[in-house]
């Protein structure tokens, strides 16, 4: 397989495919968001949806440079409910956590392949940013301070 592992490629396209479902996640969220703190948790979706996107993009030419093509799987049904800013933003932590979590698994699968190894770091430290940013957010705005969700353990 043009010397990499096939599993190794599994994970790019695992990655890609949580990155784009991400993506449809926070577009769908964007359009159901209601109440209180609504436009400030849309510029936060805005956002979100560039970076995952372009997080997205950056495994799919991360597959292609080891001479693969990207294989896309994606099996999401999404709610129509109304959501509330809080909510929505909380929900936004727990999708980011999973991406830091599955990055820095993706991680000591690569150890030692320097580029891909690189890859990975950087993709950890931007989740971790991430969650952190969300969780600040939540914790400065009293509208959003309401409903942060628990962390593993607490």
């Keep these: 397989m043009n010397g990499v592992r096939a599993d190794v490629i599994s994970d ?8 784009t479902e991400a993506f449809l996640r926070y577009f769908q969220m964007r359009f159901r968001l209601r109440g ?14 560039k970076e995952t ?7 799919a030419r991360q597959i292609q440079s080891l001479g693969h093509v990207p ?11 109304p959501i509330s800013a809080e909510e929505a933003l ?3 932590i727990d999708v980011e956590q999973q991406a830091l979590d599955a ?13 891909l190894e690189d890859f990975a770091r950087k993709q950890v430290v931007i989740e971790a940013a991430h969650v952190q940013d969300i969780r600040e957010a939540l914790r400065q705005d009293p509208v959003f301070a ?6 593993a353990g607490s």
């Design 12 to 19: 790019l396209n695992r990655l890609m495919a949580e990155e």
């Design 103 to 115: 990055y820095q698994e993706f991680l000591t699968r690569v150890t030692g392949d320097p580029v």
């Design 36 to 49: 209180r703190g609504r436009r400030r948790a849309e510029k936060f979706f805005e956002n979100a949806l």
């Design 90 to 92: 909380a929900e936004a």
């Design 146 to 151: 309401l409903v942060e969700k628990p962390t």
């Design 71 to 81: 294989t896309l799987h994606v099996d999401l049904v999404l709610s129509g409910e």
């Design 53 to 59: 996107l372009e997080h997205a993009e950056a495994l």
